[in-house]
């Protein structure tokens, strides 16, 4: 009996939302406090099927009028956050595939960075590349001691879009995001902190505590005045994308599918399959 | 090679050694042909140019220094064989830039004043687009064009102990939206409407507090320090380095380039202004005056 009545306890404080496998999601009935925990194996590799995942889920938690706010983290605590977008998906495609995978992206972005509630990234590993970015899309960055985080695009090849430079900027200002974004640096914990790229730097075991104390400030201040708000100040950069996502698409197959941009990914892939052996 | 000493005990050994060390020398460090007032030297091995300022007494950048920048970095931009640059002063120690040339806007025609911004323009758009990366070895004072010249590049280090900042409103000027971006860029709105509004002149240690300069180091430590952020800085790959820088500059001098008689117009009629051109002949008869 009393573990009958534990478990109804148990249950009625936590919900668990039909989690995918790769992005668990559970809601706290009390707080109305939804923890979105990133799954996918080994590294949180942002391929089609996380970022669907990931959209879908703050698509839902964006609609439920019980969740209050949200803290977006990693499985795999202590080692990575997550790696960034799927650089396999970029390597020797299709333009069709390209295409499909970057309006995949955009859609990931618009939702995360128009998430009309708190959000708060509880980052609990290394942040390269897209996990840096998304990072970037959240209101307030928590990350744990002695790990990196930035977007290392340039050393890959490639060049961060419009839309994660701008986060940089939004977080940075321009000085350190051209140094950033141009020289694809990542910065460590303490010198992440020290530029404003996260808010905080914390034991492994203070990042999630230390996001929830965040996120139950934030969720006190008024809505709708807090999501009018954040949006208004998000607006230009998301509308730029969103009043021509077609051209946007065009942009990243035609840059990604030149020759040299091609073989510089290549070299990159080889080189960490070097690393793995 | 100036450093062998020839004596007559060693003459044909020294020789021998000088012809050696000379191709050894001329292998490594290619001069590119110099005018007299801006020196530049390619290390073949990295590929790094040095380009030096060298007009005396403090390199104003007046039409002959301006095109002579200008031209050069066009000729490193198109040699495939150069990697990256620094830019420094041959006044070590004493001033990196005076910055442009005032005299340029004093009592001329409206032609003169013209052609004048015509170069400014062209100098702006030529070093703040430089495909490569660029450091500053700021090794001496940098007021108005000569701390612009700096925020052109991609990492500024300063000599301890001078000053730099974008000083036209002292001089009844007013600085060109195209160095207010730089300055903007590089300490954000706030610092810039301060230092812009004030023509205020950091301090060395003051810039580098507001991010207005990365780093600030004795002076036998300026250039060896630019040359060691060049080595990190040129190890990413091009052309992402190039596409990137490009991409974030490219708004501030589109509108430039959109438009680059209209910003002309602007800068002859505001400086043909009587008020104007008065707080400016002041300035120069304080200069006088403080050489006296």
């Not at 998906?89 to 069709?96: A, N, R, V």
């Not at 077609?246 to 290549?266: E, R, T, W």
Request: with cysteine; aromatic share 8%; charged share 20%.
């Amino acid at each position: 009996m009393l573990s009958r009545a534990c478990f109804r306890q148990f249950s009625a404080s936590i919900r668990r939302m039909s989690s995918t496998n790769i992005v668990e999601t559970n809601i706290d009935s009390g707080t109305g406090f939804a923890t979105v925990t990133l799954s996918q194996p080994p590294v949180n590799s942002l391929d089609k099927n996380l970022l669907t995942a990931i959209t879908d889920t703050f698509k839902k938690l964006g609609d439920d009028s019980s969740v209050t706010g949200a803290i977006l983290t990693s499985k795999f605590d202590g080692k990575v956050f997550s790696a960034g977008l799927n650089i396999v998906d970029m390597f020797q495609k299709s333009d069709d595939h390209l295409g499909e995978f970057w309006g995949t992206v955009q859609e990931w972005y618009l939702t995360i960075h128009g998430f009309p509630k708190p959000l708060v990234s509880a980052i609990n590993g290394h942040a390269p590349a897209g996990g840096c970015a998304m990072a970037l899309m959240s209101d307030y960055r928590v990350m744990v001691e002695g790990k990196t985080i930035g977007l290392n695009e340039t050393l890959l090849g490639i060049v961060a879009p419009f839309f994660f430079a701008d986060l940089m900027i939004a977080a940075v200002g321009r000085r350190h995001a051209e140094f950033a974004l141009n020289n694809g640096y990542l910065y460590t914990s303490d010198e992440a902190l020290k530029i404003g790229l996260v808010d905080e730097v914390v034991n492994l075991d203070q990042v999630v505590p230390t996001a929830m104390k965040i996120l139950t400030k934030m969720t006190r201040t008024p809505q709708p005045a807090y999501q009018v708000c954040k949006n208004f100040l998000r607006k230009e950069t998301m509308d730029t994308l969103r009043n021509d996502r077609a051209g946007d698409i065009a942009h990243f197959v035609g840059f990604v599918q030149q020759p040299n941009v091609q073989k510089a990914i290549g070299g990159y892939l080889q080189a960490l399959k070097q690393r793995k052996k």
